[in-house]
């Protein structure tokens, strides 16, 4: 079979027949057009996936396909914002047409689900990258910025954590990676976790509608993709550096700083990580990656409203903490003395 051309590859795989519904024009010109956005601001963001360094080499096409997209929509649901489309640029190492269906099949549904168009992109030959840039839309004034959490916000956290970094482990442990190397994963207690674990992995689930709900409650809120103290703390350091700001104009007399403290027993863990050595599961969902949870702040009358969220989007909303004036992150056990902990977050070039 010769292989697949350039266009003959957008067109098969890529562009709809049906055309463009919510942009003005799609996949096929120069440039695509979209009107300008109705809730006033246009958000904007770009998330690269690279192989071998944020996949396994045999991942599941569908999967790397939602996956890719659903990076995307998570930090547009971080931002409040709705989505609206997204552009694709593709570096293959060949045109590959069964693993394009099974990519193009895995996007496309997600991007279904959300609403959320294929507008255009870039396709080139090279090792296999996948760069997404979407666009959505959120009235300025109720975008869930990083900036906003103030002393004595609720810290809130979506859904459970450490459930994606519990499958990377599995897999690293199970290969002679040195460098790698972690400690041991006790074998996993049953095949429901496990897979469950696995789904939080390879196809998570971008809480836009969440960060729709939460416009207008929370101060603050970011999406957890490399591990929650070290997203929580980029909050604590916008949201610092802000107060300061603040605090200098109105020349407050003993100005603020901007911590948080944690309640360990609060901490929704994913079910996978009952039963490992209590470090392991500390580490696990406190620095793992991948969850693409939402963590919040929001002020503490705003816990009622917080709750109703989270029934109505069938969604476990969880208190895990509250920011405080004291700076750094504190971890405190069940009997609320403070446990040493030393957990660093995922850095590329640490
Ligand atoms: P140009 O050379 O003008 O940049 P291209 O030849 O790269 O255009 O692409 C042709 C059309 O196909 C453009 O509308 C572009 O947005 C779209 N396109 C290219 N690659 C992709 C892709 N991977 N997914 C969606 N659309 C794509
Ligand atoms: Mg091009």
Redesign the pocket.
């Known amino acids: 079979m010769p292989e697949l051309g ?2 003959d590859l ?1 067109r098969r795989f ?2 709809r027949a049906d055309g463009p519904h919510r942009a003005l024009l799609g ?4 440039c ?1 057009l979209l009107a300008a956005p109705q809730e006033g601001a246009l958000a904007v963001s770009t998330d690269m996936l690279v192989e071998g360094r944020h996949f396994f080499p045999d991942m599941d096409p569908a999967a790397l396909g939602h996956k890719a997209l659903a990076v995307n929509l998570s930090d547009l649901a971080a931002m409040g914002a709705r989505p609206i489309g997204f ?4 570096a293959l190492p060949d045109a590959n047409a069964s693993w394009l269906a099974g990519f193009s099949a895995g996007l496309l549904a997600l991007a279904d689900a959300h609403a959320c168009e ?1 507008i ?4 080139t030959r090279g090792p296999l990258t996948i760069s997404i840039t979407v666009f959505g839309e959120v009235p300025p004034a109720l975008a869930l910025r990083r900036d906003g959490a103030r002393p004595d916000d609720d810290i809130w956290v979506s859904g459970s954590l450490g459930g994606a970094a519990w499958a990377v482990a599995e897999r690293l442990e199970r290969l002679p990676i040195g460098q790698h190397a972690l400690p041991q994963v006790p074998a996993p207690v049953d095949a429901t976790r496990r897979d469950a674990a696995w789904q939080r992995l390879e196809r998570p689930d971008p809480r836009v509608a969440l960060g729709l709900a939460l416009r207008g409650v929370a101060s603050a809120a970011i999406d957890l993709s490399d591990g929650l103290v070290g997203d929580l703390g980029h909050v604590l350091s916008r949201s610092g550096a802000a107060l300061q700001r603040l605090q200098t104009i109105e020349r407050v007399a003993s100005p603020l700083s901007l911590g948080a403290t944690l309640d360990w027993s609060a901490t929704p863990c994913h079910p996978v990580l009952q039963g490992l050595p209590i470090e392991r599961q500390r580490s696990l969902a406190l620095a793992g990656g991948d969850d693409y949870e939402l963590l919040f702040c929001a002020p503490q009358a705003c816990h009622a409203t917080i709750d109703a969220i989270g029934v109505r989007l069938g969604l476990a909303l969880t208190r895990i903490g509250r920011i405080d004036p004291q700076p750094g992150v504190r971890l405190l056990d069940d009997n609320h003395q403070p446990i040493a902990f030393n957990v660093r977050s995922f850095d590329h070039f640490r």
């Open positions: 350039e266009f957008i890529f562009e996949i096929g010109d120069d695509a552009t694709l640029a593709l294929l255009g992109g870039d396709t």
